[in-house]
């Protein structure tokens, strides 16, 4: 699976960015999903997930400002957003997609970067 994330870019502090992750030629249909976000000399971390179900999780540091929605085109494929609000300066990372085929290792722990197999190829966000 081949992920492409898009939307990233500089924003001034408390401004908002959306970024999307397609799979061209696929469907996600029986993929968990998750966005992760990592500076550099840090671990990858997650922000927020979903899971087969289509449950929603989201890591502390994120909660009631980022959102995670997937949605479905004409052609079944589906676009993973990444809505991100009041944005902090301690929200510039690079920004990653990741799927994996059924539930994510570890599944229903919030994963870790081992949790996922397919990854895109990232998209810098920068607040200031």
């Known amino acids: 699976v081949q992920l492409v994330e898009s939307g990233g870019g500089s924003v001034q502090a408390g401004g908002s960015l959306r970024l999307s992750c397609e799979a061209p030629?696929?469907?996600?249909?029986?993929?968990?999903m998750a966005w992760f976000r990592q500076t550099s000399g840090r671990e990858r971390e997650a922000v927020g997930t979903?899971?087969?179900?289509?449950?929603?999780?989201?890591?502390d540091s994120v909660k009631g400002r980022f959102t995670i929605t997937l949605s479905k085109g004409n052609d079944a494929r589906r676009t993973l957003y990444l809505e991100m609000n009041n944005l902090k300066p301690e929200d510039s990372r690079m920004y990653y997609c990741?799927?994996?085929?059924?539930?994510?290792?570890?599944?229903?722990?919030?994963?870790?970067?081992?949790?996922?197999?397919?990854w895109g190829q990232g998209t810098q966000v920068t607040v200031s």
């Open positions: 990741a799927a994996e085929p059924g539930v994510w290792v570890g599944y229903p722990a919030f994963p870790s970067r081992l949790s996922f197999g397919y």
């Open positions: 030629g696929h469907t996600y249909s029986d993929y968990s």
């Open positions: 979903i899971d087969l179900a289509g449950t929603i999780t989201y890591a």
